[in-house]
């Protein structure tokens, strides 16, 4: 690598692993405003005046492209080369792709543009996926820059803050950390049978940057050597600096995302505590008797036994607007007693369909219930593709606030058999009755991404159970679906010929 000494003492010491990096792909999980575009924008150049191949750098938008090239232009001065900015260019005439362009007497050239995966379309060279978090079609923009670097034999190169935990950059960041462990495995670590990307992982939090001489950096003094004792003005400078920096955030969620390379749950979280809180209504008219149900009514059932929980959930459709009418619980009740809530429910007419969750443990209820009552009732299996159907369904009654929820919900406690499993399990045998008990099932539903850029819904399963109110929730969605709800048969048939 051509990279003078003296440059590589100007830089922190993580901007230097950075610049001096040789893995193929390689990713920078970092906190805001650290220099790293900056320090990008140096190896690029190096890059371009050793090698002479091109490079495509795609940021959020096209005011952090134009600021990357501005970048690039200072540094070709610094290697005394020329180098021409072309401006805002067309780069794809097809598709109307604009880019910003810095082209060098060699024949290389840095090209910087937005977050659009036909960028890449067509190209070979280096390839740097800034603020990746950040990109609407993570894995598609991924797919596309790969192409362009790895199957070439030239870098790819990812950087971003974090944008919670369903991001596609975050999915790359635990992929990358199980390359680095099989790495780093005694005796040459275990990378002959390790089959997943071989991603280079790098994580700069703000204090480690300010731990390196951030600060020192933006107040344009000397920065102290590692190891160099620190004096009492420096020790000032970087409290001082922290300090404002960190008071500007108006949480800790905030500060641990945007400066520690911590994933914010709630980004993730399916259903926001917002969106939860909106849908919440004081003195909600929960009725204890399925006879009492009147008007349209759609139920949904998320089954469970001895682990998770079992959920009836019963809404109201009034006008445009779902009110919850019931929400049962059911903690390892026998499947007897399910049962004959299910059937106590369905003789009321005012339940026009039921949707049971058929999977697994449920698919015995949900078929002994289609015998009895017909096509009032369906069983759906959640597979994965099918959960992030309801669950987007669900959730648009959040969005649009068309839902209105209780605040707080009782439960039927369990059997005297089903006594000793609470205790094993470390439940409070009044834990219903804890007010925050649905608005935290609700937000446990987790939007994530897979290596292959699939969407999938998870939750985590614990004591309080697996998200079974969300599901029983998402199943009464589905059950209301007019473009799915049959006619139902008539009581009695006329005479032939009649």
């Known amino acids: ?64 492209a134009k600021e990357f090239i501005d970048y690039c232009a200072m540094w070709a001065k610094v290697f005394n080369v020329v180098a021409k900015n072309l401006g805002e260019v067309v780069i794809d005439e097809a598709d109307g792709v604009k880019a910003f362009v810095l082209e060098f007497e060699n024949g290389a050239r840095v090209v910087a543009g937005s977050s659009n995966p036909k960028f890449f379309r067509s190209k070979g060279g ?24 790895i199957l070439w034999g030239h870098q790819l190169r990812i950087m971003s803050t974090h944008n919670g ?10 992929l990358g950390r ?11 670590g275990k990378l002959d049978d390790f089959t997943g990307p071989r991603i280079h992982v790098q994580t700069t939090t703000f204090r480690q940057a300010v731990d390196q001489g951030l600060a020192e950096k933006v107040a344009g003094v000397r920065v102290p050597k ?34 520690g390379c911590l994933p ?37 059932f998320d089954v469970g036994r001895r682990h998770d929980l079992s959920v009836l959930w019963v809404c109201e459709k009034v006008g445009d607007t779902y009110a919850t009418r019931m929400l049962r619980v059911l903690d390892r009740q026998s499947f007897a007693v399910q049962a004959g809530v299910l059937n106590a429910l369905m003789q009321n007419r005012a339940v026009k369909r039921l949707c049971i969750d058929e999977t697994g443990l449920g698919m015995q209820l949900a078929e002994q219930a289609k015998e009895r009552w017909g096509s009032r009732v369906e069983g759906v299996t959640l597979s994965g593709p099918t959960k992030a159907a309801l669950g987007a369904a669900f959730k ?31 439940m409070k045998l009044n834990r219903g009755r804890r007010e925050d008990w649905l608005r935290e099932d609700l937000h446990k539903t987790r939007k994530t991404t897979t290596a292959a850029g699939n969407v999938r819904l998870v939750a985590e399963d614990n004591v309080d159970g ?8 998402a199943l009464m969605r589905e059950a209301a679906d007019e473009t799915k709800v049959p006619l139902h048969k008539p009581l009695a048939e006329k005479p032939a010929g009649f």
Request: charged letters at 25%; aromatic letters at 12%.
């Open 264 to 300: 914010n749950s709630d980004h993730s979280a399916y259903l926001s505590y917002e969106l939860i809180r909106a849908a919440e209504t004081d003195n909600l008219k929960l009725l204890a008797d399925v006879a009492e149900l009147s008007g349209t009514n759609y139920a949904g």
């Open 1 to 64: 690598m051509n990279v003078t000494a003296k440059h590589l003492d100007y830089f922190l010491p993580d901007q230097v692993k950075w610049i001096t990096c040789d893995e193929q792909i390689a990713l920078w999980e970092k906190s805001r405003r650290i220099g790293a575009s900056y320090v990008e924008a140096y190896r690029s150049v190096e890059r371009r005046v050793r090698l002479k191949t091109h490079h495509y750098f795609s940021s959020a938008d096209l005011t952090a």
């Open 178 to 188: 199980k390359y680095m462990e099989a790495k780093a495995a005694p005796e040459g």
């Open 396 to 426: 648009d009654l959040f969005e649009d606030r068309r839902i209105r929820i209780p605040k707080q919900v009782d439960w039927d406690a369990p059997t005297m058999p089903g006594l000793i499993g609470a205790v094993e399990r470390g």
């Open 165 to 174: 935990e369903g991001s596609y950059f975050n999915a790359l960041v635990g």
């Open 126 to 149: 280096d390839a740097t996926l800034d603020e990746f978090a950040f990109h609407q079609h993570g894995w598609e923009l991924y797919k596309a820059a790969y192409a362009t670097a």
């Open 466 to 473: 697996h998200a079974d109110a969300f599901w029983a929730g």
């Open 226 to 259: 590692a190891g160099e004792p620190l004096d009492e003005a420096t020790i000032v400078r970087r409290a001082t600096y922290i300090k404002s920096v960190e008071s500007g955030y108006t949480d800790q969620a905030q500060r641990d995302e945007e400066l």
